[in-house]
């Protein structure tokens, strides 16, 4: 399935008659990032399932709605749940949500995730501010006819994950009592966690970290010239790494444990980009 440029433009055109400004930053936010999301000063709230032409998430612990508001000043669009190709979405359909932040207005994109630890030095509640990518799936976003009005059909990604955000991230890391680092995040399509040779193979290959979601979105920034700032929640050790066996209410406890914390940072983040 490919979309026109006006696909995206009639859902943004939807969006925009509801908005009550034109954002200056989108976030899509991944698990653990629920009691940000209430911390939005004077939110409006567009359930994705009224937007013309947008997705609707299925993934648990994903709310599903668009929130326009302010933080500490600054207008904001925030993802409340996203899209993972688990759900059974196209790569394509994946480039969607991006687009349509983008034709919104957004000027920089925050993207966070839960993610495994893959680096042995890394600890469940850890953050891991992603410096890099792997994806080995040969799957893209851009795939199918190019749209030059996002962006060139042949498009650099070797600073996608933007230094000087990243930079600011680690300043705003001082004294919030997280244990902070910066790594390559290696993706896997799931829904299922992956194999402990998967993991090894990540370790050899140069991953730090290992998720399901965040690559479509950084690449669809990356073609349409979005600086991206993205993060981890580590919420458990990757497969194999100890014996006990994965599953998503571990995730999700892990997840809300720091979310105050990674709250409270992610807020100041806000302020200072
Ligand atoms: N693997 C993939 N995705 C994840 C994991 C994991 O170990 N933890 C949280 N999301």
Redo the contacts with the bound molecule.
């Keep these: 399935m490919t979309f026109s440029y006006d696909y995206y433009l009639q859902c943004a055109k939807y969006i925009k008659e509801r908005a009550p400004f034109e954002p200056e930053i989108g976030l899509i936010l991944g ?1 653990g990032l629920g009691p940000f999301a209430s911390q939005i000063e004077n939110p409006v709230s567009i359930p994705y399932k009224e937007i013309p032409n947008f997705l609707v998430s299925t993934a648990p612990g994903h709310a599903g709605k668009l929130i326009f508001g302010t933080i500490s000043g600054r207008k904001v669009v925030c993802m409340a749940g996203r899209f993972h190709s688990y759900e059974g979405y196209s790569f394509e359909q994946l480039s969607i949500p991006v687009r349509v932040l983008k034709l919104l207005g957004i000027q920089k994109l925050i993207l966070t ?4 630890a893959v680096n042995l030095t890394y600890h469940p509640g850890d953050i891991m501010i992603i410096s890099d990518h792997l994806k080995l799936t040969g799957d893209s976003p851009m795939k199918g006819p190019n749209i030059p009005e996002f962006g060139e059909r042949f498009f650099d990604i070797s600073a996608m994950y933007t230094p000087k955000l990243r930079n600011i991230a680690k300043e705003c890391a001082k004294d919030t009592g997280l244990r902070i680092h910066e790594g390559v995040y290696m993706f ?1 399509t ?1 829904p299922q ?2 194999t402990p040779a998967e993991i090894r193979a990540a370790r050899i290959l140069g991953a730090d970290a ?3 979601s965040t690559v479509t979105e950084s690449l669809t920034a990356a073609h349409c010239g979005l600086p991206v700032l993205a993060m981890s929640v580590i ?2 050790m ?2 194999g790494i100890t014996k006990d066996a ?1 599953c998503q209410e571990e ?1 999700e406890k892990v997840g809300d444990m720091v979310a105050t914390n990674f709250s409270e940072y992610m807020k100041k983040i806000v302020q200072s980009i």
Excluded: I
């Design positions: 698990t995730n839960a993610a495994g896997f799931g966690f992956e290992v998720g399901m919420t458990n990757a497969a994965l995730v």
